[in-house]
C-alpha cells in the first residue's frame, strides 16, 4: 500500500526550529524521490526540498537555502525535513510528496519541484512561526 505520514508540525516563534518526518511504506520510500512541499493560505504550493532515496543526492530550494536541509533513515523509511531559522513567512502546510525518478539505472534523476511532477502525497502538517 502506498503510503505518506507526516508528523512533527507545530507552533514557534521566530527563529526557531523544528524537524518534519515522513514515513513512508516500502513501495515508495526505496530508490525513490521523495519531496517537501508547502502552501501558504491563497498561495500556490512550493517545493522546498528533495531527496533521491537511492543515492542520497539532495536539492535545497533557493528560498530555504542556508536554513532547512533534508535528509533520509533507510533503517526507518523515513525522510526528515530540519527546519531551521524558522520566518514568519515559512508559515504554511508541509505536504510530503514521492515519486519515481526520470530515466533508468545511473542515468536516472529526480523531477523538479513542481507539484504536478509528484506521484504520491502525505496528508499535511501545519507549521505556524510567530513574530
Known amino acids: 500500500q502506498a503510503q505518506l505520514v507526516e508528523s512533527g508540525g507545530g507552533s514557534v516563534q521566530s527563529g526557531g526550529s523544528l524537524r518534519l518526518s515522513c514515513a513512508a511504506s516500502?513501495?515508495?520510500?526505496?530508490?525513490?524521490?521523495m519531496a517537501w512541499f508547502r502552501q501558504a493560505p491563497g498561495q500556490e504550493r512550493e517545493g522546498v526540498a528533495r531527496?533521491?532515496?537511492?543515492?542520497?543526492?539532495?536539492y535545497i530550494a533557493d528560498s530555504v537555502k542556508g536554513r532547512f536541509t533534508i535528509s533520509q533513515d533507510n533503517a526507518k523509511n523515513t525522510v526528515y525535513l530540519q527546519m531551521n531559522s524558522l520566518k514568519p513567512e515559512d508559515t504554511a502546510v508541509y505536504y510530503c510528496?514521492?515519486?519515481?525518478?526520470?530515466?533508468?539505472?545511473?542515468?536516472?534523476?529526480?523531477?523538479?519541484?513542481?507539484?504536478?511532477?509528484?506521484?504520491?502525497w502525505g496528508q499535511g502538517t501545519q507549521v505556524t512561526v510567530s513574530s
Open positions: 510528496a514521492a515519486t519515481r525518478p526520470i530515466g533508468s539505472s545511473w542515468f536516472s534523476y529526480c523531477p523538479d519541484l513542481r507539484s504536478g511532477e509528484y506521484t504520491w
Open positions: 516500502d513501495y515508495i520510500y526505496s530508490g525513490n524521490c
Open positions: 531527496i533521491y532515496t537511492g543515492r542520497s543526492s539532495t
